[in-house]
Nanobody
Framework: EVQLVESGGGLVQAGGSLRLSCAASGFTFDDYAIGWFRQAPGKEREGVSCISNSEGTIYYSNSVKGRFTISSDNAKNTVYLQMNSLKPEDTAVYYC??????????????????WGQGTQVTVSS
Protein backbone atom coordinates (compact mmCIF):
# COMPACT_ATOMS: atom_id res chain seq x y z
CA GLU A 1 0.00 0.00 0.00
CA VAL A 2 1.36 3.38 -1.03
CA GLN A 3 1.56 5.89 1.79
CA LEU A 4 2.75 9.47 1.93
CA VAL A 5 2.79 11.02 5.38
CA GLU A 6 3.51 14.69 5.85
CA SER A 7 4.71 16.23 9.09
CA GLY A 8 6.29 19.42 10.34
CA GLY A 9 3.54 21.93 9.79
CA GLY A 10 2.50 24.43 12.40
CA LEU A 11 2.12 28.07 13.34
CA VAL A 12 5.07 30.41 12.86
CA GLN A 13 5.60 34.15 12.75
CA ALA A 14 6.50 35.90 9.53
CA GLY A 15 10.21 35.58 8.88
CA GLY A 16 10.40 32.26 10.66
CA SER A 17 11.19 28.79 9.38
CA LEU A 18 9.64 25.34 9.23
CA ARG A 19 10.80 22.05 7.81
CA LEU A 20 8.22 19.74 6.32
CA SER A 21 8.84 16.02 5.90
CA CYS A 22 7.19 13.57 3.53
CA ALA A 23 7.77 9.95 4.48
CA ALA A 24 6.99 7.56 1.63
CA SER A 25 6.35 3.83 1.65
CA GLY A 26 4.88 1.15 -0.56
CA PHE A 27 6.72 2.00 -3.77
CA THR A 28 10.23 2.19 -5.18
CA PHE A 29 11.23 5.65 -4.05
CA ASP A 30 13.98 6.18 -6.63
CA ASP A 31 11.52 5.68 -9.51
CA TYR A 32 9.25 8.52 -8.51
CA ALA A 33 9.22 12.28 -8.39
CA ILE A 34 8.03 13.78 -5.11
CA GLY A 35 6.36 17.13 -5.12
CA TRP A 36 5.15 19.61 -2.54
CA PHE A 37 1.93 21.41 -3.31
CA ARG A 38 -0.12 23.84 -1.29
CA GLN A 39 -3.69 24.97 -1.25
CA ALA A 40 -5.03 28.03 0.51
CA PRO A 41 -8.76 28.53 1.14
CA GLY A 42 -10.53 29.54 -2.05
CA LYS A 43 -7.45 28.99 -4.21
CA GLU A 44 -6.29 26.28 -6.57
CA ARG A 45 -3.67 23.79 -5.55
CA GLU A 46 -0.28 25.02 -6.70
CA GLY A 47 3.08 23.35 -7.11
CA VAL A 48 5.63 24.68 -4.64
CA SER A 49 8.69 22.52 -5.14
CA CYS A 50 9.33 19.12 -6.63
CA ILE A 51 12.24 16.76 -7.04
CA SER A 52 12.73 13.95 -9.49
CA ASN A 53 15.61 11.70 -8.53
CA SER A 54 15.15 9.60 -11.67
CA GLU A 55 15.36 12.63 -13.96
CA GLY A 56 17.72 14.68 -11.81
CA THR A 57 15.46 17.70 -11.88
CA ILE A 58 14.17 20.13 -9.27
CA TYR A 59 11.39 22.67 -9.58
CA TYR A 60 10.61 25.73 -7.47
CA SER A 61 7.74 28.09 -8.02
CA ASN A 62 8.73 31.73 -8.43
CA SER A 63 6.95 32.59 -5.20
CA VAL A 64 9.26 30.41 -3.08
CA LYS A 65 12.49 30.44 -5.06
CA GLY A 66 15.38 31.50 -2.82
CA ARG A 67 13.39 30.85 0.36
CA PHE A 68 12.48 27.15 0.19
CA THR A 69 14.81 24.21 -0.36
CA ILE A 70 13.76 20.69 -1.27
CA SER A 71 15.94 17.70 -0.50
CA SER A 72 15.66 13.95 -0.61
CA ASP A 73 17.04 11.28 1.71
CA ASN A 74 16.68 8.15 -0.38
CA ALA A 75 17.91 5.93 2.46
CA LYS A 76 14.94 7.08 4.54
CA ASN A 77 12.46 7.39 1.64
CA THR A 78 11.81 10.91 2.83
CA VAL A 79 11.66 14.27 1.10
CA TYR A 80 12.07 17.48 3.05
CA LEU A 81 10.98 21.02 2.35
CA GLN A 82 12.96 23.59 4.30
CA MET A 83 10.96 26.80 4.37
CA ASN A 84 12.73 29.98 5.43
CA SER A 85 11.68 33.63 5.51
CA LEU A 86 8.07 32.59 5.68
CA LYS A 87 5.39 35.07 4.72
CA PRO A 88 1.68 35.22 5.60
CA GLU A 89 0.90 34.37 1.97
CA ASP A 90 2.63 31.02 2.47
CA THR A 91 -0.26 30.00 4.73
CA ALA A 92 -1.92 26.91 3.27
CA VAL A 93 -2.33 23.18 3.61
CA TYR A 94 0.81 21.60 2.22
CA TYR A 95 0.59 18.24 0.48
CA CYS A 96 3.25 15.92 -0.79
CA UNK A 97 2.59 13.79 -3.85
CA UNK A 98 4.36 11.08 -5.83
CA UNK A 99 4.62 10.79 -9.60
CA UNK A 100 5.56 7.42 -11.07
CA UNK A 101 8.45 7.72 -13.49
CA UNK A 102 9.14 11.29 -12.47
CA UNK A 103 9.20 12.50 -16.07
CA UNK A 104 6.01 14.53 -16.22
CA UNK A 105 5.47 18.20 -15.54
CA UNK A 106 6.63 18.54 -11.96
CA UNK A 107 4.37 21.46 -11.10
CA UNK A 108 1.14 20.01 -12.44
CA UNK A 109 -1.03 18.28 -9.81
CA UNK A 110 -2.79 15.84 -12.14
CA UNK A 111 0.58 14.38 -13.19
CA UNK A 112 0.88 12.88 -9.71
CA UNK A 113 -0.40 9.45 -8.80
CA UNK A 114 -0.47 9.47 -5.00
CA TRP A 115 -1.16 12.14 -2.39
CA GLY A 116 -0.68 12.57 1.32
CA GLN A 117 -3.29 13.95 3.68
CA GLY A 118 -1.67 17.35 4.07
CA THR A 119 -0.23 19.41 6.90
CA GLN A 120 -1.31 22.92 7.84
CA VAL A 121 1.19 25.77 7.71
CA THR A 122 0.06 29.08 9.19
CA VAL A 123 2.26 32.15 9.08
CA SER A 124 1.16 35.06 11.25
CA SER A 125 2.03 38.64 10.45
Amino acid sequence: EVQLVESGGGLVQAGGSLRLSCAASGFTFDDYAIGWFRQAPGKEREGVSCISNSEGTIYYSNSVKGRFTISSDNAKNTVYLQMNSLKPEDTAVYYCAAMEGGDGDLDVPFEYDYWGQGTQVTVSS
